[in-house]
Protein backbone atom coordinates (compact mmCIF):
# COMPACT_ATOMS: atom_id res chain seq x y z
CA UNK A 1 0.00 0.00 0.00
CA UNK A 2 1.75 3.50 -1.44
CA UNK A 3 0.70 6.80 0.72
CA UNK A 4 -1.71 8.97 -1.82
CA UNK A 5 -0.14 11.95 -3.29
CA UNK A 6 0.00 15.43 -1.22
CA UNK A 7 -0.66 12.95 1.91
CA UNK A 8 1.94 11.61 4.69
CA UNK A 9 2.50 8.47 6.36
CA UNK A 10 0.37 7.49 9.30
CA UNK A 11 3.27 8.42 12.25
CA UNK A 12 2.60 6.18 15.68
CA UNK A 13 4.87 6.31 18.55
CA UNK A 14 7.97 7.52 15.78
CA UNK A 15 7.26 4.85 13.44
CA UNK A 16 6.01 5.53 9.99
CA UNK A 17 3.45 3.22 8.53
CA UNK A 18 2.11 3.50 4.62
CA UNK A 19 -0.76 1.33 5.42
CA UNK A 20 -3.65 2.65 7.63
CA UNK A 21 -5.12 -0.73 7.85
CA UNK A 22 -4.27 -2.49 10.78
CA UNK A 23 -5.47 -6.26 11.28
CA UNK A 24 -6.67 -8.97 13.76
CA UNK A 25 -5.12 -12.17 14.12
CA UNK A 26 -7.95 -14.18 15.57
CA UNK A 27 -11.14 -16.23 13.96
CA UNK A 28 -9.36 -17.21 11.02
CA UNK A 29 -8.97 -21.10 10.11
CA UNK A 30 -5.79 -21.37 10.52
CA UNK A 31 -2.53 -19.65 10.65
CA UNK A 32 -2.16 -19.83 6.87
CA UNK A 33 -5.21 -18.06 6.25
CA UNK A 34 -4.11 -15.31 8.86
CA UNK A 35 -1.26 -14.96 6.61
CA UNK A 36 -2.80 -14.84 3.55
CA UNK A 37 -5.73 -11.92 4.62
CA UNK A 38 -3.07 -10.20 6.59
CA UNK A 39 -1.01 -9.50 2.78
CA UNK A 40 -4.64 -9.36 1.24
CA UNK A 41 -5.24 -6.06 3.54
CA UNK A 42 -1.78 -4.61 3.30
CA UNK A 43 -1.64 -4.74 6.89
CA UNK A 44 1.81 -3.52 8.67
CA UNK A 45 0.46 -3.66 12.08
CA UNK A 46 -0.83 -6.53 13.51
CA UNK A 47 -3.28 -7.26 16.76
CA UNK A 48 -2.55 -10.04 18.96
CA UNK A 49 -4.66 -11.01 21.64
CA UNK A 50 -2.24 -12.18 24.20
CA UNK A 51 -4.13 -14.14 26.65
CA UNK A 52 -5.95 -16.19 23.26
CA UNK A 53 -2.63 -16.44 21.02
CA UNK A 54 0.73 -18.12 21.63
CA UNK A 55 3.59 -16.29 20.75
CA UNK A 56 6.31 -18.41 22.85
CA UNK A 57 4.63 -18.60 26.03
CA UNK A 58 3.86 -22.62 24.48
CA UNK A 59 6.21 -23.97 23.13
CA UNK A 60 4.40 -27.22 21.96
CA UNK A 61 1.72 -25.10 20.38
CA UNK A 62 2.17 -23.26 17.06
CA UNK A 63 3.61 -19.93 16.96
CA UNK A 64 2.20 -16.59 15.58
CA UNK A 65 5.08 -15.20 14.78
CA UNK A 66 6.31 -17.86 12.30
CA UNK A 67 3.87 -16.67 10.12
CA UNK A 68 3.28 -13.34 11.03
CA UNK A 69 7.60 -12.69 12.00
CA UNK A 70 8.24 -8.91 13.31
CA UNK A 71 10.63 -8.25 11.31
CA UNK A 72 8.03 -7.75 8.41
CA UNK A 73 4.88 -6.91 11.02
CA UNK A 74 4.66 -4.45 13.91
CA UNK A 75 3.10 -6.72 16.49
CA UNK A 76 0.83 -5.11 18.75
CA UNK A 77 -0.53 -6.92 21.48
CA UNK A 78 -3.39 -6.41 23.18
CA UNK A 79 -5.16 -6.77 26.50
CA UNK A 80 -8.20 -8.44 24.84
CA UNK A 81 -10.50 -10.38 27.69
CA UNK A 82 -9.14 -8.28 30.68
CA UNK A 83 -11.76 -6.38 32.99
CA UNK A 84 -9.23 -4.65 35.11
CA UNK A 85 -7.01 -2.65 35.24
CA UNK A 86 -4.53 -4.72 36.79
CA UNK A 87 -5.07 -7.46 34.55
CA UNK A 88 -4.50 -5.29 31.86
CA UNK A 89 -1.26 -3.93 33.18
CA UNK A 90 -0.29 -7.09 33.51
CA UNK A 91 -0.59 -8.33 30.13
CA UNK A 92 1.22 -6.00 28.97
CA UNK A 93 4.19 -6.19 30.87
CA UNK A 94 4.29 -10.12 30.27
CA UNK A 95 3.82 -8.98 26.31
CA UNK A 96 7.10 -6.95 26.23
CA UNK A 97 8.54 -9.71 28.07
CA UNK A 98 8.05 -12.53 25.22
CA UNK A 99 8.44 -9.63 22.75
CA UNK A 100 12.20 -8.82 23.86
CA UNK A 101 11.18 -5.11 25.26
CA UNK A 102 8.57 -4.72 23.12
CA UNK A 103 6.68 -1.02 24.39
CA UNK A 104 3.57 -0.70 21.82
CA UNK A 105 0.54 -1.92 22.81
CA UNK A 106 -3.27 -1.91 22.27
CA UNK A 107 -5.25 -0.94 25.73
CA UNK A 108 -8.86 -2.61 26.03
CA UNK A 109 -9.96 -2.69 29.29
CA UNK A 110 -13.86 -4.32 29.12
CA UNK A 111 -16.46 -3.74 31.24
CA UNK A 112 -19.02 -5.78 29.80
CA UNK A 113 -19.17 -9.53 28.53
CA UNK A 114 -22.51 -8.91 26.59
CA UNK A 115 -21.51 -5.53 24.86
CA UNK A 116 -17.88 -6.12 25.11
CA UNK A 117 -17.93 -1.82 26.08
CA UNK A 118 -15.00 -0.48 27.70
CA UNK A 119 -14.78 -0.15 30.87
CA UNK A 120 -13.04 3.56 31.21
CA UNK A 121 -12.64 4.26 34.52
CA UNK A 122 -10.33 1.12 34.58
CA UNK A 123 -8.90 1.92 30.88
CA UNK A 124 -7.93 5.19 32.38
CA UNK A 125 -6.17 3.67 35.38
CA UNK A 126 -4.35 1.21 33.44
CA UNK A 127 -3.08 3.99 30.62
CA UNK A 128 -2.07 5.81 33.63
CA UNK A 129 -0.01 3.10 34.78
CA UNK A 130 1.25 1.78 31.16
CA UNK A 131 2.68 5.35 30.28
CA UNK A 132 4.04 5.64 33.42
CA UNK A 133 6.32 2.75 32.69
CA UNK A 134 7.54 3.53 29.33
CA UNK A 135 4.83 2.04 27.20
CA UNK A 136 3.47 3.29 23.58
CA UNK A 137 -0.57 3.19 24.29
CA UNK A 138 -3.05 2.92 21.50
CA UNK A 139 -6.28 3.05 23.65
CA UNK A 140 -9.56 1.12 22.98
CA UNK A 141 -12.23 4.03 24.43
CA UNK A 142 -15.88 4.62 23.64
CA UNK A 143 -16.34 7.87 21.58
CA UNK A 144 -16.73 10.46 23.63
CA UNK A 145 -14.88 13.33 22.63
CA UNK A 146 -13.94 14.44 26.19
CA UNK A 147 -12.64 11.23 27.17
CA UNK A 148 -10.68 10.87 23.95
CA UNK A 149 -9.19 14.10 24.94
CA UNK A 150 -8.41 13.33 27.77
CA UNK A 151 -6.29 10.05 27.05
CA UNK A 152 -4.83 12.24 24.09
CA UNK A 153 -3.60 14.62 26.91
CA UNK A 154 -1.99 11.57 29.42
CA UNK A 155 0.55 10.77 26.17
CA UNK A 156 -1.31 8.16 24.63
CA UNK A 157 0.05 7.04 21.53
CA UNK A 158 -3.14 6.95 19.58
CA UNK A 159 -7.17 7.14 20.44
CA UNK A 160 -9.20 3.97 19.46
CA UNK A 161 -12.83 5.07 19.62
CA UNK A 162 -15.56 2.30 18.90
CA UNK A 163 -17.57 2.69 16.07
CA UNK A 164 -20.26 0.48 17.23
CA UNK A 165 -19.68 -2.47 19.78
CA UNK A 166 -16.82 -5.05 18.91
CA UNK A 167 -18.12 -7.68 15.81
CA UNK A 168 -21.12 -5.94 15.81
CA UNK A 169 -20.65 -5.34 12.05
CA UNK A 170 -23.13 -2.38 12.60
CA UNK A 171 -20.92 0.03 10.53
CA UNK A 172 -20.31 3.83 11.74
CA UNK A 173 -23.01 4.76 13.99
CA UNK A 174 -21.72 7.97 15.31
CA UNK A 175 -20.27 9.92 13.07
CA UNK A 176 -20.42 13.07 14.77
CA UNK A 177 -18.85 12.43 17.61
CA UNK A 178 -16.19 10.61 16.08
CA UNK A 179 -15.60 13.87 14.03
CA UNK A 180 -15.36 15.55 16.88
CA UNK A 181 -12.36 13.11 18.47
CA UNK A 182 -10.81 13.62 15.21
CA UNK A 183 -10.91 17.96 14.51
CA UNK A 184 -9.05 17.63 18.67
CA UNK A 185 -7.07 15.19 18.66
CA UNK A 186 -3.00 15.78 18.49
CA UNK A 187 -2.35 11.98 18.45
CA UNK A 188 -3.73 9.60 15.63
CA UNK A 189 -7.51 8.52 15.70
CA UNK A 190 -7.86 4.73 14.39
CA UNK A 191 -11.40 3.60 14.50
CA UNK A 192 -11.68 0.41 16.37
CA UNK A 193 -15.02 -1.51 16.66
CA UNK A 194 -17.84 -1.98 14.61
CA UNK A 195 -16.73 -2.19 10.84
CA UNK A 196 -18.82 -4.70 8.59
CA UNK A 197 -17.90 -3.97 5.25
CA UNK A 198 -15.74 -2.06 2.85
CA UNK A 199 -18.37 0.88 2.86
CA UNK A 200 -17.72 1.34 6.75
CA UNK A 201 -13.95 1.49 6.43
CA UNK A 202 -14.30 4.13 3.64
CA UNK A 203 -16.71 6.66 5.70
CA UNK A 204 -14.50 6.24 8.72
CA UNK A 205 -11.89 7.40 6.18
CA UNK A 206 -13.85 10.52 4.90
CA UNK A 207 -14.69 11.20 8.58
CA UNK A 208 -11.07 12.10 8.81
CA UNK A 209 -9.56 9.23 10.69
CA UNK A 210 -5.91 8.30 10.48
CA UNK A 211 -6.86 4.86 10.28
CA UNK A 212 -8.91 1.83 11.16
CA UNK A 213 -8.52 -1.34 13.07
CA UNK A 214 -10.79 -4.63 12.00
CA UNK A 215 -10.83 -8.12 12.70
CA UNK A 216 -14.36 -9.93 12.49
CA UNK A 217 -14.88 -7.90 9.57
CA UNK A 218 -12.86 -9.60 7.29
CA UNK A 219 -11.56 -13.11 9.41
CA UNK A 220 -15.96 -13.67 9.62
CA UNK A 221 -16.47 -12.84 6.27
CA UNK A 222 -17.53 -15.57 3.58
CA UNK A 223 -14.19 -15.06 2.11
CA UNK A 224 -11.84 -13.24 4.55
CA UNK A 225 -9.16 -12.86 1.91
CA UNK A 226 -10.72 -11.56 -0.67
CA UNK A 227 -12.70 -8.70 2.10
CA UNK A 228 -9.48 -7.91 2.97
CA UNK A 229 -8.12 -6.70 -0.23
CA UNK A 230 -11.74 -5.24 -0.49
CA UNK A 231 -11.00 -3.09 2.80
CA UNK A 232 -7.74 -2.44 1.83
CA UNK A 233 -8.98 -0.94 -1.47
CA UNK A 234 -12.18 0.89 0.88
CA UNK A 235 -9.24 2.16 3.05
CA UNK A 236 -7.08 3.49 0.10
CA UNK A 237 -10.20 5.08 -1.50
CA UNK A 238 -11.72 6.89 2.13
CA UNK A 239 -8.22 8.58 2.13
CA UNK A 240 -8.28 9.53 -0.78
CA UNK A 241 -11.69 11.28 -0.95
CA UNK A 242 -10.98 12.42 2.23
CA UNK A 243 -8.06 14.19 0.90
CA UNK A 244 -9.83 15.56 -2.13
CA UNK A 245 -12.56 17.24 0.15
CA UNK A 246 -15.95 16.53 -1.15
CA UNK A 247 -18.44 18.90 -2.30
CA UNK A 248 -21.20 20.22 0.65
CA UNK A 249 -24.45 18.40 0.91
CA UNK A 250 -27.35 20.51 -0.03
CA UNK A 251 -31.06 19.82 -0.46
CA UNK A 252 -31.68 20.71 -4.30
CA UNK A 253 -29.36 20.02 -7.32
CA UNK A 254 -27.43 23.19 -9.32
CA UNK A 255 -27.34 22.45 -13.21
CA UNK A 256 -23.43 21.14 -14.11
CA UNK A 257 -24.36 23.55 -17.41
CA UNK A 258 -25.70 26.62 -16.36
CA UNK A 259 -27.98 28.79 -18.44
CA UNK A 260 -26.60 32.03 -16.90
CA UNK A 261 -24.49 33.81 -19.31
CA UNK A 262 -25.67 31.39 -22.83
CA UNK A 263 -26.94 32.87 -26.11
CA UNK A 264 -29.73 30.96 -27.78
Given at each position: ???????????????????????????????????????????????????????????????????????????????????????????????????DGH????????????????????????????????????????????LAR?FDE???????????????????????????????????????????????????????????????????????????????????????????????????????????????
Amino acid sequence: MSTPVNDKPLVIAGRQYQSRLLTGTGKYADLAQTRAATDAAGAEIVTVAIRRSNIGQDPGEPNLLDVLPPDRFTILPNTAGCYTAEDAVRTCRLARELLDGHTLVKLEVLGDEKTLFPDVIQTLKAAEVLIDEGFDVMVYTNDDPILARRFDEMGCAAVMPLAAPIGSGLGIQNRWNIMTIVEEAQVPVLVDAGVGTASDAAIAMELGCDGVLMNTAIAGARDPVRMARAMRLAIEAGREAYLAGRIPRKRFASASSPLDGTFF
